[in-house]
């Protein structure tokens, strides 16, 4: 692994030259496309809560910026409504690339600090796995137990609750695409 050290006004950063490789490899996104023109970041939610919009994520993987990508928050924050990837001119599925970011952190072991999104990333991947879809209300019960922020969101969740958004018994309906869909990534995610 060929590294360098890029020297910016907020700090040295670290330079993996085969960074942009692997993500491009793994995502099958053509990442050198990317020009930076903004509209990713115009559609983007998210951004508001991140530290980096997603064009300037983008430019990070360009660079060869591996450690400042995986500290990210942004990464962890992208839902991949593939909205960005629509407003893309060059037709880059940017979610692809966050999904795939998320994805090579948690082999890493990489999270931000005090982050809780790498956590509910993966208790929102086991539950798909386990039932085949989401039942909220048991994923927000298992990240509110594992956070022990119990009763942050009270007041929400009894307004949910009362609207029918938060049903108590799950529709489990097994189906068999999904497991399928784990077996041929290989474990992964």
Known sequence: ?????????????????????EVARLSGQPLELCFQCQKCASG??????????????????QYGARDAVFRSRTIWLCTSCETCGLRCPNGIRIAEVMDTLKQMAVERGITPAGETGPMFHNLFLNEIRATGRIHETMLMLKYKLK???????????????????????????????????????????
């Open 1 to 21: 692994m060929a590294t360098a050290t890029l020297h910016l006004p907020a700090g040295a950063i670290t330079v993996d030259v085969a960074f942009r490789e």
């Open 44 to 61: 983007c939610y998210p951004t508001q809560e991140g530290d980096y919009t997603p064009n300037e994520i983008m430019r990070l993987i």
């Open 147 to 189: 956070t022990g922020n119990l009763f942050a969101d009270m007041k929400l969740g009894w307004q949910l609750f009362r609207r029918g958004k938060l049903p108590l018994l799950p529709r489990l309906k097994k189906d068999p695409a999904v497991r399928q869909i784990f077996e041929r990534a290989g474990g992964q995610g």
